[in-house]
């Protein structure tokens, strides 16, 4: 465990920072949501504080939102029978996460959890799932059988039911963290496993260099980078990677991955590789790379781009590097073996 948080604290190192180091930074790292959790400010004189609360905002969001921490108010949620009455904040984040789903055709419904928990990806043994335990979990995947009470704070399932939010935990974590950030008025990133938050402006360059991970190779590897700025100095962006190399396991000369598809409960079987999703919130940025990846190279893909405002590379099986307009002119190629194209055009040739 030790040498692959240093093999991600290092990841994110040389992917999200230029190499000129003017401006004094401080640097802290941790873990918490199952992941490596390494920020980094710049010029503050009170990036210790900062850091610590930025730590401390992420390890909340975690006892708020895991499956696996018996302390926290999802966990209790989901070992109720048919349902309990919740903290608010997580009242109201399951009705974002709801929405999401709603919005993006589908494909990710929350209360995927029971089947999820059968493949154990969490775990240190994760497994394929028995068939007829399979089969009884996907009873319970219905968004639709999910009440939630907006005057008792209470969120109302079908018995067995369990929600995963999985697909959002970081980007909230991040979103959560950015609170803290913009108190302190400086420069910042931060990384929560496969989202990372730009807070302002690198002081030194004149944009972030955000690494995105060749597939092909180990977890230092790129086969492009992102150059990445935003207009004024107290907005964010967030970067969201979701990829079937991450959380794996072999069986039978398979490999399995765990994006599931929610109607089959199987890992998501398509011709791509990793979405990476640029955009200006935590939660939309981590949902996104996971709905964009189940939906692949398809008419819904750039209708959510287009609804959302948002940016994306999808990394194809073939070897091609597919980019939205507006990375474009942001993106560059450090795999000589793979191919840039036209996300918009890719898709409209599919017709």
């Known amino acids: 465990m030790k040498k692959a948080c240093i093999l991600i604290v290092l990841t994110i190192l040389l992917s999200c920072c230029a190499c000129t180091q003017q401006t004094p930074v401080y640097e802290k790292s941790g873990f918490a949501m199952g992941s490596v959790v390494n920020v980094r400010i710049y010029g503050s004189e009170n990036a210790s504080m900062t850091a610590m609360n930025v730590m401390e905002s992420i390890n909340e969001t975690d006892t708020l939102l895991s499956a696996n921490l018996e302390n926290a108010e999802l966990y ?18 399951l009705g974002d996460c709801l929405s999401v789903c709603n919005t993006t055709g ?3 419904d929350i209360t995927i959890g029971a089947v999820s928990e059968l493949w154990g990806f969490d775990t240190d043994s994760p497994a394929l799932p028995d068939e007829k335990a ?10 639709d059988k999910l009440l939630l009470d907006e005057e008792k704070l209470t969120v109302a399932k079908q018995e067995g039911q369990k929600i995963d ?17 913009r108190g ?20 030194d360059e004149d944009h972030w260099t955000v690494g995105i991970r060749n597939p092909d190779g180990t977890a230092n590897d790129y086969c492009a980078t992102l150059a990445l700025s935003v207009e004024n100095s107290d907005d964010a962006l967030f970067v969201s990677t979701s990829g079937n190399y991450e959380k794996t396991f072999e069986k039978d000369a398979k490999t399995y991955h765990h ?38 190279l398809s008419e819904e893909t750039l209708t959510i781009l287009e609804n959302y405002k948002t940016e994306a590379v999808f990394i194809c099986k073939d070897g091609s590097v597919l980019v939205s ?5 942001r993106i560059t190629l450090t795999d000589k073996n793979r ?13």
């Open 184 to 203: 302190e008025f400086a420069p910042a990133i931060l990384s929560v496993g496969g989202t990372i938050l730009l807070y302002g402006n690198h002081p």
């Open 325 to 329: 307009d507006g990375l474009a002119d």
């Open 165 to 181: 939010l999985g697909a959002f935990g970081k980007g909230i974590a991040c979103s959560a963290a950015l609170r803290e950030l």
């Open 76 to 93: 209790k949620l989901n070992e109720s029978a048919t349902g309990i009455a919740v903290d608010k904040k997580l009242f109201q984040l």
């Open 134 to 143: 399979l089969q009884q979990a996907l009873q319970t995947v219905d968004m």
């Open 106 to 108: 589908r494909v990710l």
């Open 339 to 351: 191919t840039l194209g036209d996300l918009e055009d890719t898709i409209g040739a599919a017709k």
């Open 259 to 296: 994006i599931l598809d929610a109607k089959t409960g199987m890992p998501v079987e398509n011709d791509i590789v990793s979405v990476t999703v640029v955009t200006d919130g935590g939660l939309i940025s981590d949902a996104l790379s996971t709905v964009l990846f189940i939906h692949g």
